[in-house]
């Protein structure tokens, strides 16, 4: 069996955030590079959530009978009274100004993850609290997990409210009732938590004040084993550094697999805030999170300008490897990079309907394959020696306007640090002269 192939056996277990089997992970991840020949050196950082601690919802009937549904609270989202809350109930089923009208004082039910102009407009219209759905409709009680999502940092600037996460099964059972009111209880409670990052360096042997940073993440969600997002990135990055040892880059490169990326990017935040004094040096940032299953398409997210978006295509053609390029913001660790003005360049692959189960129990080593982890890794190897071994570093140090905005929006104008940054100089193209 192919060692990049058994690493990831190895490590296809829970490692949620801040927990020993996160720990467990960096240490095995840690070992392995030992044993290849470089010297990891583990950073800790710690951050402090709210979790919750109690979260109820009982939906109040026509006849005055109840029915209580089980429910998780969203982490960072914002608690109840102590003696709980009472609303009445409407079903969000679109953004439409007819639904906005009907919201004010009431607990809605919604499917998406919201973004900050749709959340923006559900405080407009005064809602008192909103649930969102997990799972499929096809599940039971047995074969899934009720997630515990996350208030998301962004939207904080317009003030939390109570929120909840339901299966959707319950979300159909609780739409059937039809009920007039439901009761909520949300308790959070601060917990502070311990993660860490693990780097190496491998120092270049021709330009070594310049560096490129190769980087995945290693935790996974609860409940699920994360062999596919993204325990297939970090053993890439492994497989990266062996390939480094025996043919050493001409530019410096810093390998880094993050912690906490799964609790809101914490493992990069925290490494670009303590090296922030040494960004400067970095020319590019190449992420890799999901990959390695028998199916799905590989996709390729370029923070950066036009002009390096058609040097990555131009390279998968000369190699032949088959990917789609995208000129995106990636929500993963690659976004925290480009946000201090770093273009970033992030691999994933995208599965087919009914094929990809990301942040659940199923995300496992069953669709995981040694020949499309391998070929991944190759592809890897290939645009990091690209890039350290250019005599002209093919990518730009900057980021075009959209996705300077797109950054902004994406972290929050108050947390963003593009938010701060002046727009990149660019260099005006010379007059043509014989
Ligand atoms: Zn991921």
Not at 409 to 426: H, Q, V, W
Request: glycine residues 6%; charged residues 25%.
């Amino acid at each position: 069996m192919s060692a990049i192939y058994q690493r990831l056996s190895t490590l296809s277990f829970t490692r949620p955030s801040g927990t020993e089997e996160e720990r467990k992970a960096a240490n095995f991840l840690a070992n392995e590079i030992t044993s290849i020949g470089f010297k990891p050196e583990i950073e800790e950082f710690s951050y402090e959530r709210n979790i919750p601690v109690t979260a109820t919802l009982e939906a109040v009937l026509e006849d005055g009978s109840t029915k209580v549904f089980p429910v998780t609270g969203l982490i960072d989202s914002a608690p109840t009274p102590p003696e709980g809350s009472e609303a009445e109930f409407f079903y969000l089923k679109s953004f439409d100004e007819v639904s906005l009208s009907k919201i004010q004082g009431k607990i809605v039910l919604l499917h998406d993850r919201l973004s900050h102009e749709e959340y923006r407009r559900l405080r407009k219209a005064g809602i008192a609290a909103y649930i969102t759905t997990s799972g499929t409709v096809r599940d039971t009680y047995e074969n899934s997990d009720l997630e515990t999502g996350r208030f998301r940092d962004n939207l904080h600037d317009l003030g939390a409210v109570p929120a909840f996460t339901i299966r959707l099964i319950d979300a159909v059972a609780l739409l059937r009732l039809q009920p007039k009111k439901l009761r909520y209880t949300l308790r959070l409670e601060t917990q502070s938590l311990i993660s860490q990052n693990i780097v190496v360096t491998v120092p270049g042997t021709e330009i070594p004040e310049e560096t490129l940073i190769v980087g995945a993440h290693y935790d996974s969600v609860p409940f699920s084993k994360g062999a596919w997002d993204n325990g297939a990135g970090a053993v890439q990055v492994v497989s990266l550094l062996e390939h480094l040892r025996d043919r050493p880059p001409r530019r410096t490169v810093t390998a880094i697999l993050f912690g906490s990326e799964e609790t809101g990017l914490r493992g990069s935040s925290s490494y670009c805030f303590q090296h922030q004094a040494t960004l400067s040096s970095v020319k590019a940032m190449i992420n890799v999170d999901v990959g390695g299953s028998i199916l799905g398409k590989e996709i390729i997210f370029v923070t950066a300008t036009e002009q390096t978006e058609v040097w990555v295509q131009s390279l998968l053609k000369e190699i032949g490897y088959a990917a789609v390029t995208t000129l995106k913001v990636m929500s993963s660790d690659s976004a925290v990079f480009s946000d201090y003005g770093i273009p970033s360049i992030s691999m994933g692959q995208g599965a087919p309907r009914g094929g990809g189960y990301m942040h659940t129990r199923y995300d496992n080593m069953d669709l995981i394959v040694p020949q499309v982890l391998e070929a991944e890794a190759g592809w890897l190897a290939t645009l990091v020696d690209r890039l350290t071994d250019a005599v002209v570093f093919p990518v730009p140090r900057s980021i075009p306007e959209k996705l300077r905005k797109d950054l902004i929006d994406y972290f929050g104008k108050r947390r963003s640090i593009m938010a701060t940054l002046p727009p990149s100089e660019e260099d005006k193209p010379l007059p043509f002269r014989f």
